[in-house]
Each structure stands twice: as structure tokens, then as C-alpha cells.
């Protein structure tokens, strides 16, 4: 709390009282996670040599198709792939080779040089859910998203410790035109946050936007240098790259910024039922999408990506934190890192309509798999529900609360004299207790990890504040984070320069809603 | 369902109409799991060393106290190790020598030979909450347990398909003498239920009865050359052991009945706040524990136990879930390992108050960790609420649930011709999907695991029926499992021999309620 308050500059407005209750949040955001703890390996040498192989085998006698992108056939034509029609058949070794000129890890920046991330390497970033048409609140249900909705998220993710990211879409603000939106959307994390964001994917167009609006924010020469933006390409699985999403990371990787390259998969739909033969086809299609861009510009920053969920075979619903999700997130990121890539995947999956038990226990279960499994970039890692329908509010807290445990999980088990603690062991002795030993003295405030939402009060205090469930706490933690929410400082000149493009972008074109 | 049918055997009573109903519940019991994938190593030989080397010194220089036990110290003396007072102190090398004789996986056996376990090497045996005063439903709220409800229990445990074991106090019957409701319990388990089960422990006379009364189930002699029951014993941590519980440990040691023995630790009050020397700690101690048995009957059958929370500094209350206690647990597993010993630890934890998203967030935590740290025997495995001061209907089918989920992440990755699925991805091709073709159509039974508690439905559809939290649908989950159990057939000669010792028993000493 007193480092927080340290970081805060004091402000004008408002009685000394309010003051003294804002500068009280914590508004400071924890490092991205640096795993001291290894990953869990659940293919060996063999099984992994197997799927590489047979994925070698997908791209040379099935092979991907690039559709609507006469361009990219050409590239792929150069590279020495075999093209016919729009499908690409690429020789064996030829994609992984290409992939070689990615870079293991790249520096995204954010305008708070102490909010810069490190995606790749033994590293985790945090960022919210990305998507959902809808919201959810205790208040309202569930309703359509508006841009309102969406600033209210942005101020949850920078008021929210654990969370590394700013995010992209964390919900679609439906009462913006289609085609402006992302202008909106990307004001707001430039503006409302100094945490690193993600840009437009859902035209080339508005990726240049994107492109713009940071050479605004960051300054035109620091963005030809570096990494300002990390965005989702998503590829349409089975093994198809659609020209919007392919538009998109040739405009991002002709600027060197980050693309996370990811097929999205519902398993027995978009991809076989089996594990083994989605791991084939999900590295078969990454090694595709990921040459590509390196064909735009070698070295460009991308990300291995895998979302990749079940499905419920008696309805067809998509099914979410389940076993066989994880067995294929663990192959994947044993596969991204063999390939030497970043890996993307986990978040706070759910198929609940509410942020109950059922959500609790399938996002648990992902972000364990997420931490353990090697990721680098987990997108989604707060605020999901419903099949990523819906962003919640209450959950966004619930989830991001949830990530601290990550961080102390990835610290691993320090051992050393002061650890070993035989002293206080020898000072305590058979039957005595440790609450008052030097020992826990010295080391219990940092000793435990700690929730912010969840209660562990005695029973009889609980009922007396009202028997409050998760949900009910959650509703108060919203409330709490937005009272106290206070904007990061931007040079008006930039601010006003970002509103001078937005409008003039919004008055250059009619209103889309489709 | 038509497996659980042909297992079924047709009774008289009742309409054609309800026993097509019945026999569709399925009362099939699924084998204890054994683990097709690694265990997760958070220590490295280093630090697994350092830990045991200090395990060593504590137990040689500060030893550990056998309360009101002067056989025990008798044991112990002509055992090689320094008795003062009631301190045992142990050189290093001889705890470790003597629970060497301590198999490293043992056969408990059930009354129905189908239900019987293996315990140790990389199985995972699952078995229910054990120990709390009360109960908690969402009709009733939270009450003191009664018998009634410790029926009701075991019929859960019995109609759920992921738990292989009945357990022992799945809520203490306060409405029963604390004298003899032991005798109820075990009839409890040894009549509506044909899993394994744990015996009583809260006197040596009550482990005793408890070996008489399996004898009675099981016949004398099988008793005699065969493990029967798996109770807990736990330390006091910190380092002493009481008369009441060793003397419960030494009933079920002569007659070879299985213990598991265990520390329990709250963190930061029964041992040092640091994981590493907590560690330390959890290993001296069953060391000590898994020794003294050992002495009692060499080839005795034990499990290294570590019952392990942290704790909230702020108001001193017992926290779940959380990242201490896992990396606790994954190194307490690496070290039993390295004993050569069965490992029990994790549960369906939490601190929460109700079956809510907190309640859940902690049991995933939980529950995938004892998964993954290769724990061979779960107590606690569902139905855990309040810190172990509850026992939840709901929570119990909810967890129980989830622990299919286990069964399946457990069976790892299976890679070969048939689930790489090659011809599945050239058939479909790109732009395809996979719901038809015929790879998913031959596997799609078998290829997810399916939750039986969770709702998947559309949210119209689950609007329309309610819009049910998981609460609500573990209610009926409740009811439905209730409503469809059906006793297994017992020997009615055995049963009545059972009734005849409890009323005997029962008979013989007056009511007693402390």
C-alpha cells in the first residue's frame, strides 16, 4: 500500500480525506511472471518426433489454403511452396525453416516503460479477455456490450495488480459502428491505461490505424524500432487463412509488430477428436501461419498459438477447462518451444452463463494447465464466461485475483538457511506453535499469498456482513476498483493529437454496421 | 448407462416402469486411477538433499515427543534412539532405516472384490471429506451433522462413479454418543456401500472394534493376512505424537491394517511459514510416525501423509488452494517418492463458506495439483466446505464430478496410428469440418470426458429452464443420486452378526457425548 502511494502523484481536487482513500489503492501492477518452476511435459521424445513428422506430412501432401490473397499464393510460390488453386503445399522442412528467423522472445512496450512486457522465454504476461459481444454484472445480466462497458474493463485491467496487459477487444462495443470501433477501442487503452495493448485485426485497414495511433502515442521513429502492439490472428481452422486476418498480420509484420499466429480450435469440429491429431493439425497450421509472416519480414515478432477447447458431443456445445484441452495445451507449448517460439494459449475458459462454481472450477483448471504448460502470453486470463460470449465483470475481478497465485506459484520453493528455518524449528520444538517465533515474525507478510476477493473470515462474521457468496464480493470488488480508479498522466498534446485522428478517421467514412 | 444396466441385478418390488428407471442410473464404479503421465518435480536434487539432510538433524537434535506412551519410548529406546523425558531424539540414519521395511504400495481390499485398491506406485486412490461437525445444504443451510446425514453420504460416495473409496467420518453423527458412533459408522459403510473404508481412530479401543467388525465382514482369517482398511493417523505437529492416535496406530499395525500418517499443518502456525522448512518439518515427522510403525510390526502398511494450508496472517485464519500449499505438496510428493512410500495429500479444499466460485477456484487449485504431484491416496477428494468444518451435499457431487476430469487428464496422450488421425484431416481438408467424418464418428464416445453437473445448453435453452447456477444443479444432482440408490446385496447373515456386535457394544458401556 505505502509503495503504491509512493508511486501516485499527488493531484488537485478534492478534499485531503479522498486524497488520502485514493492514494490508499494500489494502483501498482507485479512484473510479468518469470517462471523458476519448470513445465510439465506430457509427450516424450518419441510422441513429440511423431506429431513433427506427421505435421511435415499435413503441410506437404494436404496443405493449407490461402484464400481471396493472390499475393500470398505468389509468396508462397517464391519460397519454393507448390501451389495449386488456392491451397499451398509446402515441402518438408520448408516451413519450420522458415520459422527459424522468428525471434524466441521480443520486447512489447508499453507508454509506462515500467508496464513493458517480455513475451517468450521462461516468462508469463497477463492480459484480460478478448471478444465477447455481451457483458455481464450482478446489476444488469446480460446484456450487449457498449463502449461504456468497454472503458469500465480498461480501468478494471489497470487497476488490476496481476494483470501484465492491457488487452485488445475486451468487449465489443456494439453502439460504435463496426468500421470505427477500434478507433474508440484503442484510444481507450492508450488513454485510460499505460499498460501494453493489442491492435485492430478486423481489416488491414485498421491495422494501419492501429499502426498510426501508435506512431501518435509512441512517437513515429520509437514504433519503426520496436514492438509497440501484440495482436490476435486468429486462422480458420482447418488449415485456412482467410485474406482479413492474413491483411492484418502482413501490415503488422511489415511494421515489426507482434502477432500472435493461432488456429482456433474446437476439438472434433475444427480439428480431429483426438488429441494426437490435433496436436498434428494445430502445429502444422502455426508453422504455416508463422512462415508466412516471416515471408512478410523475416524476423518479425510472432507467437506460437494454440486456443484450443472440447466439445460436448450430445449437443455440440464447446466445452471449456476440460482434461482433453490441457493434454493438448501441454503438447503444444512442448511443441512451441522446440520450434523456439513463444508460446500463447489458457486463459479463464468457461461454457458457464455465471461466474458460479462450474466457471470456477473450468477456469482454474486452464490457468493451472496455462502456468504449468509453458505459456508465454495468456490472453483471456480474466473475464471470460459463456463460451467467451460474454465478458463479466464480476469474474474479470474474481480471475485477476486468481492470476496472483500464478505469480507466487512460479516463484518456486527458495531453499536456503533462512528458508530451512531450523532455527525457528529448534526454537519451537514438539508441541509449541510458530505464530510468534522470530522467524515467522521476520518473514510472515510476505510469507502467503493473498486473495483480494475471496473470505476467510470465521462463519459467524461472514453471516453477520450478510452471508455474501463470491459473486456478491465480486460486485463490491468492481465497485471498489472503479471509485478509485484515477487516469495515468498523458501529455495533453498527445491526447488531444489521438482525438484529432480518431474524429478525423470517424468523419472520413459513413457508419458500418455490418 | 448400458454397461452400469448389465451390472445391475433385477430385484423384486415395484413397477416394470421404476426399475427400467433405476437400472438406467449408472452404479459402476471407475478403477482407481493409474497415471500415464509424470508427476511434477518443483525440487531439484539439490534441494530435495539439502531438505533431507536437515530432516535428519531435527530429528536427532531436537527430536520428537510420544505423549503419555512409555512403551513407546520403550520402543524407541531399544531401537537405537536418545530417550529424555518423553522426547525422542532419533540418529540420523535410523528413521529412514526403518520405514524402509514399509511396503511401497499396498492391496486394501473391499467387500466387493471389483472396488478393491491399489495403494502406491502411480495410482490415485480417491476418497471422500473426512471429519466435519457439520453439514450444509441449500435447503437446509449449515447444521450439526446427524447420522441421517452420514447415511446419506455414503450413498453419494457409493452412486458416485470417480470415487473409488467410502472413507471414514464423512461428517461426525453428533446425535450419536461420541463413545459408539464409531460402531455406527462402520456398519454404515460395511452395509451401504461396498467400497473400501477407514477405521476409527479417536481411541485404540475403537480401532479395535473396528478390526472386530471386519472380521465379522470379511471373515477372521482374511483379516488376518489382509489389509482391510486405511485410517488416518495424524501428528501434532509440530513432532508429537499422542497417545491416543499412536495407540490407534499401533492397534491397526499389529493386525496389518493399512495408516496413513500425517502432519497437520497449518502453515505458519504447526511449522515455519517457509515452504522449505516446512518441508523439513512434514519429513521429519512421518519419518518419525512411519518409523514408530514399523517398530510395532515391520512390513506394516503406511502412507507419507501431509495434510498442508496456509494461513492468513491478517486474522490468523486457515486459507486453501493456495500456491504454498501446492508447492508444499509437490515437494512433500517428491520426497515420499524418494521413501519409497505412498503418498496422500490435497482434497477438495477451501476455505469458503459455500459452494461457490471461491469454494471452487481452491478445489481446482487443489485437486490438480494432487494430480500432478503424484499423490497416491486423496482423502478430502470431495465435499469439503468451511475449512473441513462442513461437509456439503452440493459440493460433494459437484467435486466428485470434477474428479472425472482427473481420471482423464491422467490417462495422458495416447500417439499412434489411430489417434494421430491422418486420414481424419485428409478427408476433412482445409476449410472442412470433422463433426461427420469418420475418425470422429468412430471415437466421439470415448474422446471427452462429460461432465454430469455442468450445464453446456445454450443460453436461451438454460434461460428458459431456469438459468440454474451450479448450486442449484447439484441440488438435483443430490436428489437424483439419492432417489436412485440401491443398497448392494450384503449376506443377510453377516449383516445381522454386524447389527448383533453394534448392539452388543453398544449395550456394554453408557452413552458418553464428550
Known amino acids: 500500500m505505502a509503495e503504491a502511494a509512493t508511486r501516485r502523484r499527488a493531484r488537485g481536487g478534492g478534499g485531503a480525506a479522498r486524497r488520502a482513500e485514493r492514494s490508499a489503492v494500489s494502483v501498482e501492477t507485479a512484473k510479468f511472471i518469470e517462471r523458476k518452476i519448470p513445465n510439465f511435459e506430457i509427450l516424450n521424445e518419441e510422441a513429440l518426433e511423431t506429431i513433427e513428422a506427421h505435421a511435415e506430412t499435413v503441410l506437404e501432401e494436404i496443405g493449407v489454403a490461402f484464400v481471396n490473397n493472390p499475393a500470398a499464393l505468389e509468396r508462397w510460390r517464391d519460397a519454393g511452396a507448390d501451389i495449386n488453386g488456392e491451397r499451398v503445399r509446402i515441402p518438408k522442412g520448408l516451413a519450420r525453416k522458415l520459422c527459424s528467423t522468428a525471434p524466441s522472445s521480443f520486447t512489447q512496450h508499453a507508454r509506462n516503460p515500467d508496464r513493458t512486457v517480455e513475451i517468450g522465454g521462461r516468462n508469463l ?175 518479425a515478432p510472432v507467437i506460437f498459438g494454440a486456443f484450443v477447447t472440447s466439445i460436448d458431443m450430445n449437443s455440440g456445445a464447446p466445452t471449456f477447462g476440460t482434461p482433453e484441452a490441457s493434454q493438448v495445451t501441454y503438447g503444444a507449448g512442448q511443441l512451441a518451444r522446440r520450434l523456439g517460439l513463444p508460446f500463447r494459449s489458457a486463459g479463464s475458459f468457461t461454457g458457464s452463463k455465471l461466474p458460479d462454481a462450474q466457471a470456477a472450477y473450468e477456469t482454474a483448471n486452464s490457468l493451472n494447465m496455462g502456468l504449468l504448460s509453458g505459456v508465454n502470453f495468456m490472453l483471456h486470463a480474466c473475464g471470460w464466461l459463456e463460451g467467451g460470449l460474454v465478458s463479466s465483470f464480476e469474474k474479470f475481478v474474481m480471475d485477476a485475483d486468481q492470476l496472483g497465485a500464478l505469480h507466487k506459484m512460479a516463484q518456486g520453493v527458495t531453499v536456503d538457511q533462512d528458508t530451512l528455518a531450523m532455527d525457528a524449528i529448534a526454537e519451537v520444538g514438539p508441541g509449541g506453535h510458530y505464530l510468534g517465533c522470530a522467524h515467522t515474525q521476520a518473514n510472515f507478510k510476505s510469507a502467503f499469498w493473498r486473495s483480494e476477493v475471496s473470505d476467510f473470515k470465521p462463519y459467524e462474521t461472514w453471516s453477520e456482513e450478510g452471508a455474501r457468496d463470491t459473486m456478491a464480493l465480486a460486485t463490491e470488488r468492481v465497485q471498489y476498483l472503479i471509485d478509485n480508479y484515477r487516469q495515468p498522466p498523458l501529455d495533453p498534446a498527445i491526447d488531444e493529437a489521438l482525438t484529432d485522428y480518431v474524429t478525423q478517421k470517424k468523419a472520413s467514412m459513413p457508419d458500418a454496421f455490418m
Chains 1, 2 share one sequence.
Open 125 to 299: 504476461v497477463l492480459a484480460p479477455v478478448y471478444g465477447p459481444p455481451f457483458v455481464h454484472d450482478a446489476a444488469g445480466g446480460r446484456r450487449y456490450a457498449t463502449m461504456a462497458d468497454f472503458e469500465k474493463f480498461v480501468k478494471l485491467g489497470y487497476m488490476s495488480k496481476w494483470l501484465h496487459h492491457s488487452g485488445g477487444t475486451v468487449c465489443e462495443p456494439t453502439d460504435i459502428p463496426v468500421n470505427k470501433r477500434h478507433l474508440d477501442m484503442l484510444k481507450a487503452h492508450m488513454t485510460l491505461s499505460d499498460k501494453p495493448f493489442m491492435g485492430s485485426v478486423t481489416e488491414p485497414s485498421r491495422a494501419q490505424d492501429s499502426v498510426e495511433m501508435c506512431e501518435i502515442l509512441f512517437g513515429k521513429e520509437f514504433v519503426q524500432d520496436n514492438t509497440v502492439m501484440t495482436s490476435l490472428i486468429n486462422i480458420n481452422s482447418p488449415m485456412t487463412f482467410d485474406d482479413v486476418m492474413m491483411g492484418a498480420l502482413e501490415v503488422y509484420a511489415q511494421n515489426n509488430q507482434g502477432c500472435i499466429i493461432s488456429p482456433f480450435i474446437v476439438g472434433g469440429a475444427m480439428a480431429p477428436v483426438s488429441v494426437a491429431g490435433t496436436l498434428v493439425q494445430v502445429l502444422a497450421e502455426v508453422m504455416a501461419g508463422i512462415a508466412y509472416s516471416q515471408l512478410i519480414r523475416p524476423g
